[in-house]
């Protein structure tokens, strides 16, 4: 897979367990092993002591539409939230003898107020649109608390692409990862 931006590309090979780092503007290419993909854990498997277990995934699938004459199909994955942990115990206050206020003296100070209760989490929703021809996501949407990333990879041509699209270029330094 290669992956285009306008100062840099990304060219992934998992059959050789490497990624190419391509700097267009430095004309560097950085060569990164990657490590076996060890696939996940069948659904029923047991999970590690303590782990919480994991939120229900909602799939709602949203129809086929077009983008840009491509026909897609949408779902949208809705992940709620992890529950909060239950909240820490105050500890207790040794008890104070009580003292008679002698007359011009300040009060005793306070114990302080608790702080305020964090914001309820929000779930992840991600929408995902699938060239029904390619197989391959063209519009993808995550929204979490943190804000709302939109990624869209524009249909293109459907032939083989050119092995070459997935070498370092003629001209470019090799840098040590």
């Known amino acids: 897979m290669r992956i285009d931006t306008p100062n840099a590309s ?9 990624a190419i780092m391509l700097d267009h503007v430095k004309k560097v290419a950085m060569v990164i092993p990657m490590p076996a993909v060890t696939p996940p854990a069948p659904p029923g498997s047991p999970q590690m002591p303590g782990a919480p277990k994991p939120p229900t995934m909602q799939v709602h699938d ?7 004459g491509h026909e897609v199909e949408g779902k949208r994955y809705t992940l709620p939230p992890l529950p909060a942990p239950p909240k820490p115990q105050m500890p207790k206050m040794p008890q104070m003898p009580k003292l008679p206020q ?22 992840t929703v991600t929408e995902i649109w699938t060239s029904v021809k390619l197989k391959m996501p063209v519009l993808t949407k995550v929204t979490t608390a943190a804000g709302e990333q939109t990624t869209y990879c524009k249909p293109t041509s459907t ?12 001209g470019y330094k090799l840098k040590s990862s």
């Open 62 to 68: 949203l129809g086929k539409t077009l983008i840009e």
């Open 102 to 123: 002698a007359p011009g003296l300040p009060k005793p100070p306070h114990a302080p107020k608790a702080p305020p209760l964090p914001k309820l989490p929000t779930p």
């Open 10 to 18: 990304i060219i992934t090979d998992p059959a050789g367990l490497r």
């Open 159 to 170: 032939e083989e692409p050119h092995p070459s699209l997935f070498e370092i270029p003629p």
